[in-house]
């Protein structure tokens, strides 16, 4: 079973511009959560979809959006780039919502967005 | 708020030595707890998982107790290897209205030959 697809691998960008990461779950899986990986923050949580609908965010400002397809794939879009957002972005798949307990998340390689 | 504190890195072993990651989590709701592992340039792979109080968790010679008496995890090898040098990541569930995943801050384990 192939696993968590992200694309692109690494984007770089200018501040001011906007982007957009996309995500391939696991086949079955409809959970998909983002996370944004720094040196300094560690991984902290964006936001969880199951089933098309936003079940969770975390504590980002509304630059950071995203939304899933019918198809379980997601796409998360950060608008006016700011260079703290340089980061590894990670998304994340699992069959049920993570709120259930258990249901371990499996991560993509993740997207290196550097901002200039 | 729910959080996780591991053992600050680096941690430096020679080949075939004892592991010890420890891992302590705020004892709020009953949350599931795991390791994950991340080699460089690489994304997060999970390691094991316990899902409630006295779980063991066991994975490539890798084992973590869920302890809810210490609100502990502690991760343990008996032999590490050269192939183990990665940061590893302790996580548990949120509780709550938040329903991801809390990391700890990972610990980086250098293993030499």
Redesign the interface.
């Known amino acids: 079973k192939a696993g968590v697809t992200q694309t692109p691998r690494y984007l770089i960008k200018t501040r001011g511009q906007q982007v957009t990461l996309s995500c391939s779950p696991i086949s079955g899986h409809r959970s998909v959560s983002w996370y944004q990986q720094t040196p300094g923050q560690g991984l902290q949580f964006l936001f969880e979809y199951f089933s098309e609908t936003q079940r969770n965010k975390g504590n980002f400002p509304g630059r950071f959006s995203g939304r899933q397809f019918s198809n379980s794939r997601s796409e998360m879009n950060v608008s006016t780039l700011e260079l703290g957002d340089s980061a590894l972005y990670l998304c994340a798949s699992s069959f049920y919502p993570t709120d259930r307990g258990g249901y371990e998340q499996y991560f993509g390689p993740g997207t290196r967005l550097t901002v200039t | 708020g729910d959080s996780v504190t591991q053992m600050e890195g680096p941690v430096t072993l020679s080949e075939e030595a004892f592991l010890t990651i420890n891992c302590t989590y705020t004892a709020t709701g009953?949350?599931?707890l795991?390791w994950?592992v991340q080699y460089p340039?690489?994304?997060?792979?999970?390691l094991l998982?316990a899902?409630k109080a006295d779980d063991k968790g066991s994975n490539k010679g890798f084992e973590a107790t869920y302890r809810k008496e210490t609100t502990s995890f502690h991760l343990e090898k008996g032999s590490v290897q050269v192939s183990d040098s990665a940061v590893y990541?302790c996580a548990r569930?949120?509780g709550g209205?938040?329903?991801?995943?809390?990391?700890?801050?990972?610990t980086k384990l250098s293993v030499k030959p």
């Open positions: 009953y949350p599931s795991f994950y340039g690489e994304g997060l792979q999970l998982k899902t990541f569930t949120s209205s938040q329903g991801n995943l809390i990391f700890g801050k990972g």
